[in-house]
Structure formats: structure tokens, C-alpha cells
């Protein structure tokens, strides 16, 4: 159970480092880290996690990643269920702990919580049907990055912090339109907090991911298979 308690720990960090710095930080009056400080800190938690327990789990933190790996055949299939539900579970113990700590200040109130959506609840206002591009697009370069970055001819020692600087530049890229998930489990952790609409948009933070990570996976599998 090494692997899956490594996975719960590294998820439960992105969604405590990454939305805690958009519920906390991000619109701090004056002092506020804005989008491109959200975007930093999601890449940050993957680059420290990366080096804490790729080694153990190869820090997957994403049922996408996973799937992906998966697909592309760098991944058993037999750990797929096991870290898909360590990874749940973590973000929302993430989820949870971030709550804790903004409602303890006074007047607070949860809002959007960082959840993730489309239309009425995308920042920007974007359409269902642009949401599902980009969180199709965006994790299926997420998973190129990634079946790159670890590949046995990439080099070596930087899979961490190129993986973590292509989350920061997909966030760069896709808050606006979605609050930025290509990570089902941090899509489902922020909805079970705020419930209603969340709940009901969360399908497409499941599907458009896990079809953007299948199709990398094919795709990198037939541009550079790894023995």
C-alpha cells in the first residue's frame, strides 16, 4: 500500500497547494497572486511531489495520468483502480483540510471553492462546448509532457520540473476558461464542497480529461515506444 499511500499524500498536496492558493491567495486585496500565481503554485506541487515520491508512486496525483500511462504502456494495469481511488480520496482529504482553514475566518463563505465549470460558472464565461476542448486539449499535452519528460532517451533528473512547468503553462493557458482541471480528482474533491451546479458539471471534468489522456497515451505509444 506504499504506492497508493504516496499517491494520497501527493494528490491531497496539488489540491491543498493549488486551490488553496486560488481560495486563500489568489484575490488577496491588493497583495493577491492572480491567475498567474494559481497557475505557479499548481505546477509547484507537482514538482515537489515529483521529487518526494516519484520514486515511490511515480507520482501520478491524476486518475488522467494514470489512465494515460496506462495506454501508452508505462503502467500495470492491475495498480490502475487502486491509485485511481488513492487519488480521490486524497484530494478530497485536500479538499477537506482547505476548508477547515477558510472558514476560519470570519465571513468567510465557500462560493465557488475553486470548483471547476463551464458557462455561468467558467470565469470567462465560456461555453460547455469550450470547456470540453480545452480540458481535452490541455490534458492531452499533459500526458505528451509526461510520457516525454520520463521516457528512458529523455533527460535525465528533469521529468519533475518539466512536468510541473507544463501544469503551470496549461493553467496559464486554461483558467479563464474552466478554473483549470485536466485532474478529475481535483475536479471531484472542490465539487463535493460546493455541490449543486459543481456536482452537476463535474461529467465533463471525468470525460474530456480521461479521452485527452487515452488519446496521448495511443499517440506517444506510436511516436516513441518504450521497450
Not at 455561468?120 to 499533459?142: K, N, Q, R
Not at 476558461?177 to 460546493?194: K, M, Y
Amino acid at each position: 500500500m506504499k504506492k497508493q499511500l504516496a499517491e494520497f499524500i501527493g494528490t491531497l498536496w496539488l489540491v491543498l497547494g493549488g486551490c488553496g492558493s486560488a481560495v486563500l491567495a489568489a484575490a488577496y486585496p491588493e497583495l493577491g497572486i492572480g491567475f498567474a500565481g494559481v497557475a505557479l503554485a499548481f505546477g509547484l506541487t507537482v514538482v515537489t511531489m515529483a521529487y518526494a515520491i516519484g520514486h515511490i508512486s511515480g507520482c501520478h496525483l491524476n486518475p488522467a495520468v494514470s489512465i494515460g500511462l496506462w495506454m501508452g504502456g508505462r503502467f500495470d494495469k492491475k495498480d490502475l483502480l487502486s491509485y485511481i481511488i488513492a487519488q480521490v480520496l486524497g484530494a478530497i482529504a485536500g479538499a477537506g483540510i482547505l476548508c477547515l482553514i477558510a472558514t476560519g475566518k470570519s465571513g468567510f463563505e465557500l462560493g465557488g471553492f475553486a470548483a471547476n465549470g463551464y458557462g455561468e460558472h467558467s470565469p470567462g464565461g465560456y461555453s460547455m462546448v469550450s470547456a470540453l476542448i480545452t480540458e481535452l486539449v490541455m490534458t492531452f499535452m499533459f500526458l505528451l509532457i509526461i510520457l516525454g519528460a520520463t521516457h528512458s532517451k529523455a533527460p535525465k533528473g528533469m521529468a519533475g520540473l518539466t512536468i510541473g512547468l507544463g501544469l503551470t503553462l496549461i493553467h496559464l493557458i486554461s483558467i479563464p476558461v474552466t478554473n483549470t482541471s485536466v485532474n478529475p480528482a481535483r475536479s471531484t474533491s472542490q465539487a463535493l464542497f460546493v455541490g449543486d451546479w459543481a456536482v452537476g458539471q463535474l461529467w465533463l471534468f471525468w470525460v474530456a480529461p480521461i479521452i485527452g489522456a487515452i488519446l496521448a497515451g495511443l499517440v506517444y505509444k506510436y511516436l516513441s515506444p518504450e521497450d
